[in-house]
């Protein structure tokens, strides 16, 4: 049998087993196998929504861990156009020419040991759900038949991301069903409701004016949610 009909065997499998944290073993599966099957480093899988909101089920190392997390605070990066575009972002050198395309991503993206990024849009039917990211530490282009493994493995990532959706589209943690994503960033989305509230804007924007006021003032997003839903920080229209 194929490693890859392997990897498709050991996720059902997983997922025969039932429960949130059988869901996240098989994405788990599903990132390390990346590492070995193709040329890359590290691999993460993350939930998308179109209102912007990320959250990472599983990363393979802590490389893979910060991009995911860079692309979340930034709101952009590979991970926003694979899964807009709906097709693979490859991108062999990071070093040329990305800056019109993610200018603060590139730049901060420089500061670990990332030459090369393919990220891969994960679809549950015809609806985008989830990216699967993958770097390499050197330059370099995915062969056509790595290309073609790449996108098989993505396939069965939506295999192990069914294991945590529920039929409303809800998605499943140890808490139980929470609406549009797990738990990780939970302070965010409870931050951006009440700013949706606060400045009368709706949950892009407010995610958008929090992820602003985070760069601006050199703070990580989560750690400005979390002052906004304790009430510690609180932003008005100017910071629109």
Do not use: N
């Amino acid at each position: 049998m194929a490693e890859v009909e392997v990897l498709r065997a050991g996720v059902q499998a997983a997922l025969d087993q039932g429960g949130a944290d059988a869901g996240v073993d098989a994405v788990g599966r599903v990132c390390r196998a990346c590492v070995r099957l193709l040329p890359v480093g590290g691999a993460a899988v993350s939930i998308m929504t179109d209102q912007g909101h990320r959250e990472i089920v599983y990363a393979s190392d802590p490389v893979s861990m910060a991009l995911a997390e860079l692309q979340f605070s930034l709101g952009e990066g590979p991970c926003f156009e694979a899964h807009t575009t709906g097709g693979p972002v490859l991108v062999p050198d990071l070093a040329v020419g990305l800056a019109p395309a993610w200018p603060i991503f590139a730049t901060q993206a420089a500061e670990y040991t990332v030459a090369a990024l393919f990220t891969f849009p994960v679809q549950i039917s015809a609806i985008r759900v989830a990216t699967l990211d993958t770097y390499r530490s050197t330059p370099g282009s995915l062969t056509s038949s790595e290309l073609a493994l790449a996108l098989q493995v993505a396939d069965i990532a939506a295999l192990a991301l069914s294991g945590l959706m529920a039929w409303d589209g809800s998605w499943l943690d140890s808490d139980g069903w929470l609406e549009g994503s797990a738990t990780r960033h939970r302070e965010v989305h409870q931050a951006t409701g009440m700013l949706v509230v606060q400045l009368a804007v709706g949950a892009a924007a407010a995610l958008a004016t929090m992820r602003a006021y985070a760069f601006s003032s050199g703070r990580p997003l989560v750690d400005v949610a979390a002052d906004i839903v304790a009430r510690r920080l609180l932003l008005g229209e100017d910071d629109k």
